[in-house]
């Protein structure tokens, strides 16, 4: 959580999650005892049964034992089931870089969108991430969710009395909406219509159904939104080793080359700067590894008050305004 | 190329590509017998120089290759190096169908996309496909490519002097543009902005650099748009096999429910249907089996001198109008 408060992912931070889990975690409706079973393994394969425990527990050791396993035979795939929330994406995908490996991780989630002609939720935001290693460039760091905007654009919108932009949302009926309130009652539309929706049905069918957890319509609340039953997530973890393709020196001094090509082509009116995915992250990063992650003066509160309700003491607190 | 004529994706079909292929082998700059080698092999991971053979040949020995490493480790990753234009993604991810494997392909291809902020095109519409097994129901097959629509229609729309749709294209400025013909100029709009952009760069590192294939701008025209320098299009593989994860009848039979809650759900007004991915096709292919695939009487005509040109007498033709 403090990696991705880092590279500035705030929504999936400490910042807006920390309290949350904590809360999970005291309601019994998330186990703080991790009893990862080994359901069934094979020479490019592990599928672990996380038993409910803290969703970045499971994410960690499916990604180890993928990397372990991929170090071997050239790739292997790591599912989970019966987990849970497992923070950025990217993160996981993250840890195949310094093993000289391409790292991908995507979840599932509960139903936000409704498939192309729908009207009912039906699929998550189902997110994915890649990884993929540069030599002097930053790595290469895709992580996405398959929907336009996130629902916390959609709630800012609505804060605002704001307008939507064509394409982000539809209302309860299913018709395009521009109103942020109608989009809140109703639903995310998918990247590039029917084809975000195929990549998250596409998602959720292995994430979900391939591992036995919750899917579709079927999940209960997320997060803070259902304190009572336990969210039963399913996650896929990858690494694919480069040396099995191509000597590493090699690969990564392309990447960089491909990198700069892109950073370096034309720009359209008004634009200064080309980022490729993960820069605005890796620079943030340096940023607040300086100066610190801003925190909110309200969640500041919040760790205060949850430090003194466990009885852990909160370090000297100077505001910076 | 007939299965795709099949399935109703006649731009990948013999109705769109045979001529060109076949101009393509007699200029020589694709290579008619295929002299496929193994440079690197790894219990789970192969990687193969197609050495300019027709990408088809490429594809297929990669494929089984894939599945048969899979069928061993749980999952295998094939990439192809120095290849050509492989047809429909599709094809190749449900050749993993039979096996209750879930297959994978994805192919760079020549630059028409632009990247956020960008005006030059520095990516290709670089599609994947996924094909999911199901037991009753037609397999989820998602094959896509990572514009919002491709370029044909673009060329329809100018052809016809109709506006395109909000979203769909950029000018040679890389302003968005509704006008058909400042977007023949200029490029495709990726799906959801920047987010295809990175799904786009992210499959051209990999079938591009990390195979020591053409990559961005480097490609030379495609198809029948260079008849002098070979392709060299890049490619990976994957199946993963279902029971390394999940007893295949119970995967099977999740993948039919989870697929008929979808199609079951409410429809937004007007809709009477909800479509999964490659339904469509799959209900084409029946059709096309019984009643045959129609060809347009100008590619009928082509296919006659191309077999009069080549010596191989055509079937007799009735013309069905």
């Keep these: 959580m403090i990696e991705a408060n880092l590279r500035g ?14 809360r999970r975690l005291q309601e019994g409706v998330m186990n ?12 490019s394969t592990v599928f672990l049964d996380c038993r409910n425990s803290i969703g970045q527990v499971g994410a960690a050791h499916a990604m ?30 993250m840890q195949a870089l310094p093993h000289d490996m391409i790292g991908f991780s995507s979840t599932n989630a509960p139903a936000t969108v409704a498939p192309t002609g729908g009207r009912k939720p039906m699929l998550g935001t189902n997110p994915f991430a890649v990884a993929i290693p540069a030599a002097e460039e930053d790595p290469v760091v895709l992580d996405l969710a398959t929907t336009v905007v996130p629902f916390g654009r959609i709630q800012l919108h609505a804060k605002q009395n704001k307008g939507l932009e064509p394409g982000w949302a539809f209302d309860t009926d299913g018709n395009p909406t521009l109103d942020p309130h109608a989009a809140l009652k ?5 990247i590039g219509g029917y084809k975000g929706y195929g990549i998250a049905l596409a998602i959720d069918l292995l994430c ?9 319509a079927h999940f209960p609340g997320f997060l803070a939104e259902n304190l009572e039953d336990p969210t039963d997530v399913g996650s896929i973890f990858a690494a694919l080793s480069v040396a ?3 000597d590493v020196d090699r690969f990564k001094s392309g990447i960089d080359r491909a990198v700069r090509e892109i950073k370096n082509s034309g720009k359209a009116p008004g634009v200064t700067r080309i980022y490729v995915p993960g820069e605005i992250e890796f620079e943030t990063k340096r940023q607040r590894a300086v100066h610190g992650i801003p925190i909110p003066e309200a969640v500041l509160a919040d760790f205060v008050r949850l430090g003194s309700d466990l009885g852990i003491p909160f370090p000297q607190v100077v505001v910076r305004k």
Tied chains: 1, 2.
């Excluded at 979900?208 to 579709?216: A, I, L, P």
């Design 9 to 22: 992912v705030d929504t999936h931070g400490t910042t807006r999650q920390l309290c949350i889990y904590v």
């Design 64 to 93: 180890r034992r993928a990397i372990e396993k991929a170090t071997h035979t050239g790739v292997a795939v790591v599912a989970v089931t019966h987990s849970n929330h497992y923070g950025a994406a990217a993160y996981w995908a």
């Design 244 to 246: 099995s393709f191509i």
């Design 186 to 190: 109703g639903f995310l539309a998918p």
């Design 208 to 216: 979900g159904v391939m591992t036995g957890s919750s899917y579709g």
């Design 32 to 43: 703080p005892r991790t009893e990862i079973v080994v359901v069934r393994e094979n020479a």
